[in-house]
C-alpha cells in the first residue's frame, strides 16, 4: 500500500516556483502526529540544547540505510516521523522514519551545507551560494513561503515564534518574518556568521568570524552583550536557561552568562595534543557535552565547569553530541558513531560507518539517525 | 625506468620506426636497502636498519604532526600513511618511488596516488620535521579537497592552483623561514613582485612556493586564520580558484594584490631606514648566475678567488682574480661521474696556502672529498668512506695536512670528521670528533691550529631551526659554546690573526646578517661548555657585534686580510659575491647589540621518539596496488586514431613495477573484437642492473612501402616476449640489452617483405648522456648512442640482417641561452630482407614528410641554431586573453639520405637502392614549450636538393630527376591531422620546395 502511495507522489512531483529549484514534495499523506519530541533543527530545539527525555538503550540495530545522491549537509532534522536532511549536491530529502524509503525531494543548483530547520510543517534552509540562498517551503501544501538573497548562508536557521533566525556570509544576523521571509531586523558583524543562532528567552545568541559571541533582542537586533574570544566562533551556541555554551577556535570552550555576557568558566583544550572547537555543544540538566579536533569528548558540570570525564576517538570531532536521558551519542571523524553512558562516559556501543561522520546525528523517540561520508544515512534504533 | 624507455626503443625498432627516447641521464640503484616498516596509529613507516634512531624520531615526529594537522584542518585522515624515509640525500636519489630524476633541491615529496611521503634526513632534525610537515600538509589538504569536492559531486574540478597548494604547505609547515624573509623582502624592495594573476609565471619554482606562502600569510593576518582553511572548504563553489578567494575573502585577485603589495611595502619599505643594499656596501664581484661558498687564495702577487657558480646552467668552481671582471672554469660539473653534483648552497669550499682546493662533489654511491692543486691543475686525492654518505664544507688546518667536514653517516646524523692529508700511509686516516643527533656544521679552522669553530642547533632553541656557533679545542678535546640565543648562527670564519670569527646570524622573521664576536685565545671566552658544565656566561664584552645590516641576506664571509672579506649576498633574485674593504676600521667602531639569551640550563632538546620494538616492527613486504591509470588516445595521421589505457601496478617503493597496456587500432566495427593490443611488462628496480620481460600482442596496421611509392599500411599481426637489462655505469652512462622473440603475420602485399615469420632480434647498445636541458631542448653537453642488434626469421629465413645505430649530438653552449646542435646519425641494416627505415619529418629531415624516404640505411646530419625568441607574451582580448611562454628560436640546416630501400618497381622511384646523393633542408622556427609537458614545433623552410650539384669541377653524387618532395597543393603537412595522401612523391621543381611543419616533441 505504502508503495502504492510513493509511487503516486512521485508522479506529482512538480517543478517549483523557484527559478532555480525544481520538483516539489508534500508530506500530507505521512503526516502524523504524535507525542515524541521532534528534533526541529541542529540542537535539536530553538536552544540547540541537543537534548530530548528519550531513552535509547545500546547497542543499538540497524532499522535502515539511506543512499541519497551526495554526501549529507551538517543537519538532520526529524519531525512528526519524518526524516529530512539536505544533500550537498543541492537537495532537500524527506524520508519516512520507519522505512527510510524516501517521500520526495527538492532539487536546487546549489548545496545547502548547514541544513534546515522545521516549525510547523515550514521547512527553511540556506544556501551557501548562488541566489536565492534563503529558501522557506510549506511542506503541507507544496508552496514556496519565500526566496530570499541574503548572500551566501551556512547558518542553520532557527524558527521560533514566527521568526527565523540565522546569519549569512556576508557578515549579517537576519530575522525573517517565517510567513513570506520579511527581513523584520538585521545585525551587521563585519565578517561572516557561521554559527547558527540559538533563542534563550529574549535573546539570540551566535558567534561570528570576528571571534565574537554576541547577544541581540530577538525582537528588535539590539545588541544586549558581546564577548571576545580573539578567534572567528563557527560552532553554535548551547543554551540553558541561564547559560551559554559554546567553543571557539581559540581552543577555549566558554560558558557565559546568558543575561550579561559574563565568563561563567572556560575551559581551554591543547595541553597534550592540539585542539579546536568546530562541534557544537549539548547540554542537558547536569552536565554540558563537547567534542573537539583533538578527538576527544569532554564532559562538564555545567554551573561550576569541573571536568568530569573525557573519551577519546582516533579522528576529530566536528558534530554535535545527541543527549537521551542516560546516553550520549557522539560521531567522529574515525568513522565511528559512539553511544557512551553518560554519567561516566563509558564507551557502551558503537558502530562503524563507511566514512567520516561530519552530520550532526537526531534523536527521535527510540531512533538515532546520523549520516557519514560515503552517502549514507543510518537509522538506529533500540534492539528491544 | 631506463629500461621502459629501452623497451620502447625496441617496440619501435620492430616497427622499423625510430625515436630519439633512449637517451637521459641514469637513475643509479647504488645501494640494497634491507627496508622495514614501523607501524604507528597513523603511519607505515619505512626505514632501513641502519637509521633505526631516525625512524624513531620520525615515527614520533609524524605522530606530533597528525595531530597538530587535524587540529589546523580539522579534518582526520584514516587510512594509514606510507612515509618512506632515507637517511641521507644520496640515498634518496635512489628512491624508484618517483620515475624522475630527483634534484638535489627537492627535500621531499608527496607522491598522490599511493599517498606516499617520500623524504630524506640531511643531518638537521628541524629541517626533517619541517619537511615531513610540508608533506603531512599535502597529504591533509589533498585528502579534504578530494572529500569536499567529492561531497559536492565536483569530481571533474581542477583542484587548488599550485601556488595555493604548495603556499599552504610553507605556510603551514612552521614560521617563515629566513629564506622566505630574504626573497619577499628583495623582492618588495626591488619591485619585482610577481602579481597574483601572473603567479603561473613563476609556476613551480622555489619564488612560487615563497609568494604563495606570503600571500596565505597576508590573508591570515588581514583576514583571519580561518579563512586559509575556509579557502578549502569553499572550493567546491567554482571551479575558478579566484571566485573561490572572493567567495571566502570577498576580494578579486586585482584588489587582493594591492592589498597585499600594500602590506609588504609597509612591511620592508622601513628597513631602507637603518639598512643597506649589499652593492653599496661593498664591491660586486660576480653578476652572472648563482655564486656562492667564496673561498681566498693568495697566489704569488694575485688575489684569487674561487667560488661555485651555476653561471651556465652547469654548477662548476670557477677562478676570479679579485679586480678582473674574467672568470675561469676550475672544475667543470655535472658533466662527469667524478663530479656529479656540487652541493650548491650546502657545501663551502676551502684553499690552504700551498694552493690545494678542498671541495665535494656527489660521486657515485656517495659524495667524495677531492683535494685539487690549482698550479698543477690536477686533483692530488680523493676521499671518500663507505659509512659516509654525505660529506661538505672542508676546512684546511693552518699547517695544509689536515681537513675537518662534516660527514653525514648512514645513520643520518651530522658530525665533524678530521682528516688527514698526506701522501703517505696515514693519508686519508680520519677521526670523529662528535657524535650524536645534533646536526654540526660549517667547520673552520683557527689560525693557531687549535680550534675549530662550527655551527651546531645543540643549542637549546635547535628544535626550532636555530643554530649557535661552537668551538671545539683540539687541545682538549673539549667543545664550547661561542654565541647563544635564539638565532641562526652559521658558517663562522676566522680571521687571520685569530681575534674575531665572523659569523652569518639572523633572527626568527628576520633574514642573515654578518656579525662578528671577538676570540681572545681562552676559556673565559666561551659562553658555556658544550656539555654545560664548566665555566658560566660569558662577559658581555665577548657579546657578539652587528657587523653589516643589510636590507637581503648574507652569507659565508671569508677573510681575505685583516681588513678585507668576501662575502655572498643575495640580491635582486641572484646570489652574487661581494668584496668588503675597511674591514678593522668597521671592527673598531661597532657598537654591541644585545642580543637575545635564553635559559642554558634546561637540558638539551629532543624529539618525540617511538621505540622499536618486535611488536612494532616487520620487514618489508612487497603490497602491490595500483599506482596509475591514464586513458590513452592516439590520433595519427597514417594510424589514424584509437583509444585505449595503461595501467601499472606497483609495490609501495616502487622497486617492482607492472605496466600493463591495451588498446584498440580497430578502424570500423568489424575489427572491434580483433584489433585488441596489449603489452604486460614486468619491470624490477631493485638493484643496480634494472631489467625488464614481457608478452606482446599487436594487431593493427603496419606502415612498409608498396609500389608506385604509397605508404602501405598493412594489416598485420604480431605476438612475443621480450626480455631486457640496463647496467648505469655512472649516472652518465649504460649499457643495454635486449632479446625479443615475435610471431608475426600480415596481409599480401605487392612489396617483398614476407607475410608471415617469427623474428628473434637482439641487441646491445651503449648510451651516454650528460647534456643541459632549456625549454625545447637540450642546450649543452653532449649526447650518444650505440646500438648493434641481430634480426633473423627462425621460422622460414626469410629475413636475417644485423642492424647498426650510431648517434652523436654536441651542444656547444654559445651565450648562456643559446647554443649550436649538432647531430649525426646513421641507421644501418644489412643482410636478407633487411627492414626499411623510413626518414623523413621534424625529427631527422625537415621539410620531408614523415616516413616519406625509406631505405634500410640512412645518414642525417642536422645543424641547428637555437636561441631565445620571446620570453613572455602575453596577449589581451576583449573576451579574455593568453600569455606564451620560453619561445625559442631556431634555424636549421639538414641533410640525409636513405639508400639499399628493397622497393624495385621503376615508374615511379621511390628512395634508392644505392646510395644515390643527399638532400636536405634549410629554414627557420619557433619551439613553445606547453606546461612543461609539451613542446611545440613549428618549422618553415625550403628543401634542396644536391644529388649531381655542381660546385666547380666537383660534382657530387646522385640524380637529380629523381628528386623527392613533398605534395604542397593537397596540404601534406604533418600533425593536426594532416594527412599524408598518396602524390607524395612526385617531382617538384626546385622553386616549389618550400615547406612548413608542425610536430610536438622536444628538440633532438
Not at chain 1, 36 to 43: D, R
Not at chain 1, 356 to 372: D, H, M, Q, V
Request: with cysteine; hydrophobic share 35%.
Amino acid at each position: 500500500m505504502n508503495r502504492c502511495v510513493y509511487a503516486l507522489l512521485f508522479g506529482m512531483l512538480l517543478l517549483g516556483e523557484g527559478c532555480r529549484s525544481s520538483g516539489s514534495v508534500s508530506i500530507a499523506s505521512f503526516f502524523r502526529r504524535g507525542g515524541t519530541a521532534n528534533w526541529s533543527t541542529l540542537g535539536a530545539d530553538e536552544r540547540r540544547s541537543g537534548y530530548v527525555p528519550t531513552e535509547l538503550h545500546p547497542p543499538l540495530e540497524l532499522a535502515w540505510k539511506f543512499f541519497p545522491s551526495s554526501s549529507v549537509g551538517s543537519v538532520i532534522v526529524v519531525s512528526d516521523s519524518l526524516v529530512y536532511f539536505t544533500s550537498l549536491d543541492g537537495r532537500v530529502y524527506v524520508l519516512n522514519l520507519r522505512t527510510g524509503r524516501e517521500i520526495g525531494k527538492l532539487k536546487y543548483y546549489h548545496a545547502s551545507t548547514a541544513g534546515a530547520a522545521l516549525v510547523h510543517h515550514t521547512m527553511v534552509f540556506g544556501l551557501a551560494a548562488g541566489k536565492p540562498t534563503v529558501v522557506g517551503y510549506h511542506l503541507y501544501d507544496r508552496r514556496y513561503l519565500f526566496l530570499k538573497d541574503l548572500g551566501p548562508v551556512e547558518t542553520t536557521p532557527v524558527v521560533f515564534d514566527d521568526y527565523v533566525y540565522l546569519g549569512s556570509d556576508a557578515g549579517v544576523a537576519y530575522a525573517l518574518s517565517s510567513s513570506d521571509g520579511e527581513v523584520i531586523w538585521k545585525v551587521e558583524t563585519g565578517k561572516p556568521v557561521r554559527s547558527s543562532p540559538a533563542i534563550g528567552g529574549t535573546s539570540v545568541v551566535f558567534g561570528d568570524d570576528n571571534g565574537r559571541i554576541r547577544s541581540v533582542n530577538r525582537f528588535n537586533g539590539k545588541t544586549n552583550w558581546y564577548y571576545d574570544t580573539g578567534q572567528a566562533v563557527a560552532a553554535a551556541p548551547a543554551l540553558d536557561e541561564t547559560q551559554v555554551y559554546l567553543g571557539s577556535t581559540d581552543s577555549t570552550f566558554y560558558c557565559l552568562s546568558l543575561k550579561d555576557g559574563q565568563v561563567q568558566w572556560k575551559y581551554r583544550v591543547g595541553a597534550t595534543r592540539p585542539g579546536n572547537f568546530f562541534a557544537t555543544a549539548a547540554v542537558d540538566d547536569e552536565r554540558v557535552y563537547v567534542g573537539a579536533t583533538d578527538g576527544y569528548l569532554y564532559a562538564f558540570e555545567k554551573t561550576k565547569g569541573h571536568l568530569l570525564w573525557t573519551v577519546k576517538t582516533d579522528g576529530a570531532i566536528s558534530t554535535a553530541p545527541a543527549v537521551t536521558r542516560s546516553h550520549v551519542f557522539i560521531g567522529s571523524q574515525d568513522f565511528h558513531m559512539y553511544g557512551l553512558e553518560k554519567k561516566t562516559g563509558e564507551i557502551v556501543w558503537k558502530f562503524r560507518t563507511s566514512g567520516r561522520i561530519k552530520t550532526n546525528p537526531a534523536l527521535y523517540g527510540e531512533y538515532l539517525i546520523f549520516a557519514s561520508e560515503g552517502r549514507y544515512i543510518y537509522a538506529f534504533k533500540n534492539i528491544l | 625506468m631506463r629500461v621502459f624507455a629501452f623497451l620502447l626503443l625496441t617496440v619501435a625498432t620492430l616497427q622499423a620506426q625510430y625515436y630519439d627516447n633512449y637517451f637521459g641521464a641514469n637513475k643509479v640503484n647504488y645501494t640494497i636497502f634491507d627496508w622495514k616498516i614501523l607501524e604507528t596509529e597513523h603511519f607505515e613507516i619505512y626505514y632501513y636498519p641502519e637509521m633505526r634512531e631516525l625512524a624513531e624520531r620520525a615515527a614520533g615526529m609524524a605522530e606530533e604532526q597528525y595531530v597538530e594537522l587535524q587540529n589546523l584542518f580539522n579534518y582526520s585522515v584514516k587510512s594509514k600513511i606510507p612515509m618512506i624515509i632515507y637517511s641521507s640525500h644520496l640515498h634518496f636519489q635512489q628512491t624508484n618511488v618517483s620515475p624522475f630524476e630527483i634534484p638535489e633541491g627537492v627535500g621531499g615529496f608527496f607522491e598522490f596516488f599511493k599517498g606516499r611521503v617520500v623524504l630524506p634526513s640531511d643531518g638537521s632534525t628541524y629541517h626533517f620535521r619541517r619537511v615531513l610537515r610540508h608533506e603531512l600538509v599535502h597529504v591533509f589538504m589533498t585528502s579534504k579537497v578530494n572529500r569536499v569536492l567529492g561531497d559536492h559531486r565536483k569530481l571533474s574540478h581542477p583542484g587548488p592552483p599550485l601556488w595555493f597548494t604548495e603556499g599552504l604547505a610553507e605556510f603551514w609547515s612552521g614560521d617563515p623561514d629566513f629564506q622566505a624573509e630574504m626573497v619577499m623582502r628583495d623582492a618588495t624592495l626591488n619591485n619585482t613582485l610577481v602579481p597574483i594573476r601572473q603567479f603561473y609565471r613563476v609556476e613551480g619554482t622555489y619564488y612560487m612556493y615563497k609568494l604563495g606562502e606570503n600571500l596565505l600569510h597576508f590573508m591570515a593576518e588581514t583576514y583571519g586564520q580561518e579563512k586559509i582553511l575556509l579557502l578549502l572548504e569553499n572550493i567546491w563553489k567554482s571551479d575558478v580558484f579566484e571566485k573561490v578567494v572572493m567567495a571566502t575573502v570577498g576580494k578579486d585577485y586585482e584588489t587582493l594584490n594591492d592589498e597585499w603589495v600594500y602590506w609588504l611595502r609597509k612591511r620592508y619599505y622601513p628597513s631602507l631606514s637603518d639598512r643597506d643594499a649589499p652593492g653599496a656596501m661593498a664591491n660586486v664581484l660576480t653578476k652572472e648566475g648563482f655564486n656562492t661558498k667564496p673561498a681566498f687564495y693568495r697566489n704569488a702577487d694575485r688575489d684569487e678567488l674561487y667560488f661555485v657558480s651555476n653561471r651556465d646552467g652547469y654548477t662548476s668552481v670557477y677562478r676570479q682574480v679579485i679586480g678582473q671582471e674574467e672568470v675561469e672554469i676550475v672544475i667543470k660539473g655535472e658533466r662527469s661521474h667524478d663530479y656529479e653534483t656540487f652541493h650548491f648552497f650546502k657545501s663551502k669550499i676551502d684553499i690552504n696556502k700551498k694552493g690545494e682546493l678542498a671541495f665535494v662533489t656527489k660521486s657515485g654511491e656517495t659524495d667524495v672529498l677531492h683535494i685539487y692543486d690549482v698550479s698543477s691543475r690536477r686533483v692530488t686525492h680523493r676521499y671518500m668512506y663507505a659509512n659516509l654518505v654525505g660529506l661538505a664544507s672542508p676546512s684546511w688546518s693552518p699547517d695544509g695536512d689536515r681537513l675537518v667536514v662534516s660527514g653525514l653517516s648512514k645513520s643520518g646524523n651530522s658530525d665533524l670528521y678530521l682528516i688527514r692529508v698526506s701522501d703517505g700511509a696515514e693519508d686519508g686516516y680520519i677521526r670523529k670528533i662528535t657524535n650524536d643527533f645534533y646536526d654540526d656544521r660549517d667547520p673552520s679552522w683557527s689560525p693557531d691550529g687549535r680550534y675549530i669553530a662550527f655551527s651546531s642547533d645543540r643549542t637549546q632553541n635547535g628544535w626550532q631551526g636555530l643554530y649557535n656557533i661552537c668551538v671545539y679545542d683540539l687541545s682538549t678535546d673539549r667543545a664550547y659554546f661561542l654565541t647563544r640565543g635564539p638565532y641562526m648562527d652559521a658558517t663562522p670564519a676566522w680571521s687571520p690573526d685569530g681575534r674575531w670569527v665572523m659569523f652569518t646570524s639572523n633572527e626568527r622573521g628576520s633574514t642573515t646578517d654578518l656579525w662578528v664576536v671577538p676570540f681572545s685565545n681562552g676559556q673565559s671566552t666561551f659562553v658555556k661548555d658544550i656539555d654545560r658544565t664548566g665555566s658560566s656566561d660569558a662577559p658581555s664584552s665577548h657579546e657578539p657585534k652587528r657587523f653589516l645590516n643589510l636590507t637581503t641576506a648574507a652569507f659565508d664571509p671569508v677573510w681575505i686580510n685583516p681588513d678585507e672579506v668576501v662575502f655572498a649576498a643575495f640580491d635582486r633574485f641572484s646570489f652574487r659575491i661581494h668584496h668588503l674593504k675597511g674591514v678593522s676600521r668597521r671592527l673598531a667602531g661597532l657598537d654591541s647589540v644585545s642580543r637575545a639569551v635564553t635559559d642554558w640550563y634546561n637540558v638539551p632538546w629532543t624529539t618525540p621518539r617511538v621505540t622499536i620494538t618486535q611488536s612494532n616492527t616487520k620487514p618489508y613486504e612487497k603490497k602491490y596496488g595500483l599506482d596509475f591509470v591514464q586513458g590513452a588516445f592516439q590520433a595519427d595521421p597514417v594510424f589514424g586514431s584509437g583509444g585505449g589505457a595503461q595501467l601499472a601496478v606497483t609495490d609501495m617503493l616502487g622497486n617492482d613495477q607492472y605496466y600493463f597496456l591495451i588498446y584498440n587500432t580497430a578502424r570500423g566495427t568489424s575489427d572491434l573484437l580483433t584489433d585488441w593490443n596489449f603489452v604486460v611488462t614486468k619491470v624490477n628496480l631493485n638493484q643496480r642492473t634494472s631489467f625488464a620481460y614481457g608478452l606482446f600482442r599487436f594487431k593493427g596496421d603496419f606502415i612498409e612501402i608498396g609500389d608506385g611509392g604509397d605508404i602501405e599500411i598493412l594489416d598485420e599481426s604480431r605476438y612475443g616476449g621480450f626480455f631486457q637489462a640496463s647496467y648505469p655505469l655512472t649516472k652518465f652512462q649504460r649499457l643495454e640489452s635486449s632479446i625479443s622473440v615475435s610471431r608475426f603475420k600480415r596481409e599480401e602485399a605487392p612489396t617483398i617483405l614476407p607475410v608471415d615469420g617469427i623474428l628473434v632480434s637482439n641487441f646491445l647498445g651503449y648510451t651516454v648522456d650528460n647534456s643541459l636541458w632549456g625549454p625545447s631542448g637540450p642546450l649543452d653537453g653532449s649526447r650518444a648512442s650505440l646500438a648493434l642488434g641481430y634480426t633473423m626469421d627462425a621460422r622460414r629465413s626469410q629475413q636475417n640482417y644485423y642492424t647498426v645505430i650510431a648517434d652523436y649530438r654536441h651542444y656547444y653552449r654559445l651565450t648562456l641561452r643559446s647554443a649550436y646542435a649538432f647531430r649525426t646519425m646513421v641507421q644501418w641494416n644489412d643482410g636478407k630482407n633487411p627492414q626499411n627505415f623510413l626518414l623523413g619529418g621534424s625529427w631527422d629531415l625537415r621539410g620531408y614528410p614523415r616516413w616519406s624516404i625509406p631505405g634500410t640505411r640512412f645518414f642525417v646530419i642536422n645543424n641547428e641554431l637555437r636561441f631565445p625568441f620571446v620570453d613572455a607574451l602575453d596577449i589581451k582580448l576583449p573576451f579574455g586573453g593568453f600569455g606564451l611562454r620560453s619561445v625559442r628560436g631556431a634555424v636549421f640546416l639538414d641533410l640525409g639520405s636513405a639508400w639499399g630501400s628493397q622497393i624495385t618497381d621503376g615508374s615511379v622511384v621511390l628512395g634508392n637502392e644505392k646510395f644515390d646523393g643527399v638532400v636536405g633542408s634549410v629554414g627557420t622556427g619557433f619551439r613553445l614549450n606547453m606546461w612543461n609537458v609539451l613542446v611545440l614545433r613549428f618549422d618553415f623552410g625550403k628543401m634542396f636538393d644536391l644529388r649531381g650539384y655542381r660546385v666547380g669541377r666537383f660534382r657530387l653524387p646522385g640524380n637529380r630527376d629523381r628528386f623527392i618532395t613533398t605534395n604542397f597543393e593537397t596540404g601534406g603537412n604533418e600533425g593536426f591531422g594532416g594527412r599524408i595522401d598518396g602524390t607524395l612523391l612526385e617531382k617538384r621543381r626546385w622553386s616549389r620546395g618550400i615547406f612548413f611543419q608542425f610536430w610536438f616533441g622536444v628538440d633532438y
